[in-house]
């Protein structure tokens, strides 16, 4: 099989993390060379762009800049990172990607979708995933179970009014990219929620030959 380009996306406290954690296990004890990224970051110097747009001290940040630096982190991920990945034939697994920007950037902070989508089709050279897992979980569930794991970083510390946009947003872009984007229930167990996946996956390839 060739390289295969796979998001998740949702909410803050949505459990992708652990979800894309535990679907790459899934896929190397299946056989898959596979390689997980995190958005921001990834790479070295998106790293470092992740530390200065996460932190706290840096509430005065302006929304595009925000924008330009997600965008910014993005490129130097897929042209370092993804690209060789699956031009390697490997599985590319990201933990958020272009979709998180579209939502937190383009609607919740009000920029527009078009706007945003304009600034990253220079940074990604319009590379999408083939497939994207959404984890849909309520945006108030999800902060309340981000507030129990660590200290909030400065988007997740932004006003609840602001995850509610973001959590609209989301499930109207899942509604709009049905064949892209696979929308799973967020609210059982982990082990039954990689099942899920898995089980997607699966049908995924199978359906297309892959």
């Given amino acids: 099989m060739s390289g295969l380009f796979i998001s998740f996306e949702g909410n803050d406290g949505a459990g992708k993390t652990t979800q894309a ?6 896929l190397e004890g299946c056989g898959y060379s596979v390689r997980l990224f995190r958005e921001p970051g990834g790479t070295e110097i998106s790293e470092k762009i992740r530390e200065i747009i996460l932190d706290n001290e840096n509430y005065k940040m302006k929304h595009m800049t925000e924008a330009l630096l997600y965008a910014a982190a993005r490129c ?15 599985i ?3 933990d958020r990607f272009l979709d ?15 706007v945003v ?3 990253n089709s220079y940074a990604t050279g319009g590379i999408m995933p083939d497939l994207t897992f959404f984890l849909h979980l309520d945006f108030s569930e999800a ?61 995924f390839v199978g359906s297309r030959g892959l």
């Fill in 117 to 119: 989508k304009d600034i």
């Fill in 143 to 203: 902060l309340s179970r981000k507030n129990y794991q660590h200290e909030l970083d400065r988007m997740e510390n932004q006003k609840a009014y602001f995850h509610n946009r973001v959590y609209k947003g989301f499930m109207e872009l899942a509604e709009s990219e049905k064949e892209r984007i696979v929308t799973i229930e967020a609210d059982k167990k982990p082990e039954i929620i990689a099942e899920e996946i898995a089980d997607y996956f699966n049908y």
């Fill in 92 to 94: 590319v697994i990201c």
């Fill in 21 to 26: 954690k535990l679907f790459k296990e899934y």
């Fill in 76 to 90: 130097q991920l897929v042209y370092e990172g993804i690209l060789p990945a699956l031009k390697g034939g490997q």
């Fill in 100 to 114: 998180s920007s579209l939502v937190y950037q383009g609607v919740g902070r009000g920029l527009g979708i078009d």
